[in-house]
């Protein structure tokens, strides 16, 4: 049995803003295992990002992590002083961003950044870094690794950076991979070689990932768990095969419907979910998906449901599966109801 990498434990991040809090993320708990792979879907504002951002510490102010604990290797990384962060960062944990663009410094060499990145976290030579340089770019199917070192990033194809920074990402060897949607800004093809590279080399280096993704299908294919994220919290959390196969939550459904599916044709059109995300602002008392529901009942509205254990590991935050709620919920209703 896989020892548990992270826990994440009713993370709270909010911004604030000069018009008040923006509860981004509200109360968000999920576990990583060692050698897993945890997908994270959600459109877009649910807050996959600022979770993922929490993880790394890296919220910036007007940002805070308002409340929780963020457990890797047993120990509650939002307790490290900020030294001990930058060591859990560089050797520990990896983040792949969305746009390369943004993470790669056009002014120097491809070389040079992975040499220095390199450097940063493991205490070797020149030499060995730019052998380590070499090998990276390799491992990420780059041709030619050595003539590329001396190349800037204009001289590499989008499919490319992203490779380059997979191989930054990769360079300290870290326990967790966090993957911020890493294949958005590239074209299908390319995504399927990035996401296939993702796999292989989570297999060959046996780290966990978390990946954050718009896209079901990348889930299916690589992830074993997902997480489904809206308006700051999770709805339901499953195996793919739950997911897929077994969807409890009718935010899910509604994701599952949006997908486009090759064998109906192009002339089937996507069924788009009707409505607009909550207001983060001022979170909604009931299920943030209520108004956007089409089963939605009058308790919806008035109460937030709990996340229900609807089968093995599998957990949705919705009232109509009130038939798996726990004994003392039930005890609960029925007093306010006297
Ligand atoms: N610096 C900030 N100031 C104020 N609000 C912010 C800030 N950063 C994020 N938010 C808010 O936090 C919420 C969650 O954002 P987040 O970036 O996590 O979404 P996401 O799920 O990653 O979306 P996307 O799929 O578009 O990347 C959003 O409502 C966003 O407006
Ligand atoms: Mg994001």
């Not at 509860?23 to 993922?52: H, L, M, P, R």
């Not at 920074?165 to 990035?194: F, G, H, R, W, Y």
């Not at 793919?240 to 109906?264: A, E």
């Not at 979910?273 to 008392?285: R, T």
Request: net charge positive.
């Amino acid at each position: 049995m896989a020892e548990k990498l992270l826990e994440v434990k009713n993370l709270k991040t909010s911004f604030f803003t000069h018009v008040g809090e923006v509860k981004a993320v509200n109360d968000v708990s999920f576990d990583v295992y060692e050698g897993q792979t945890v997908g994270i879907v959600g459109e877009s504002g649910s807050g996959k990002s600022v979770t993922s951002m929490s993880i790394m510490r890296l919220i910036a102010p007007p940002g805070k992590i308002v409340d929780g604990q963020i457990i890797f290797e047993g120990k509650d990384i939002l307790k490290l002083s900020e030294k001990e962060m930058r060591d859990i960062r560089g050797n520990k944990i990896s983040m792949i961003f969305q746009d390369p663009m943004t993470s790669l410094n056009p002014v120097f060499t491809i070389g040079n950044q992975l040499i220095e990145a390199i450097k940063i976290h493991n205490k070797v030579s020149k030499a060995q870094a730019k052998k380590r340089a070499v090998e990276m770019l390799k491992l990420v199917g780059i041709p030619s690794p050595e003539r590329r070192l001396s190349q800037y990033p204009h001289e590499f194809s989008g499919g490319m950076r992203q490779r380059v920074m997979i191989a930054m990402a990769l360079s300290c060897n870290p326990k967790l991979l966090i993957a911020d949607e890493p294949t958005t800004a590239l074209d299908v093809t390319i995504q399927a070689q990035i996401l296939d590279l993702l796999k292989k080399l989570q297999q060959q280096l046996k780290m966990s990932i978390i990946l954050i993704t718009h896209d079901l299908g990348v889930v299916a294919d690589i992830c074993q768990k997902v997480i489904v994220m809206y308006g700051g919290i999770i709805v339901e959390e499953g195996t793919v095969d739950d997911i897929f196969y077994n969807p409890k939550h009718p935010y899910t459904w509604g994701l599952l419907r949006s997908v486009p599916k090759m064998h109906l044709g192009l002339k089937k059109r996507l069924v788009p979910i009707e409505g607009q995300p909550p207001d983060l602002l001022k979170p909604p008392k009931g299920c943030p998906f209520a108004p956007r529901c089409e089963y939605a009942m009058r308790v919806c509205l008035e109460a937030r449901p709990p996340l229900f254990e609807v089968g093995d590991g599998h957990r949705s935050r919705c009232w109509l599966n009130h038939q798996y709620a726990p004994q003392e919920l039930l005890e609960k209703v029925k007093a306010a109801n006297e």
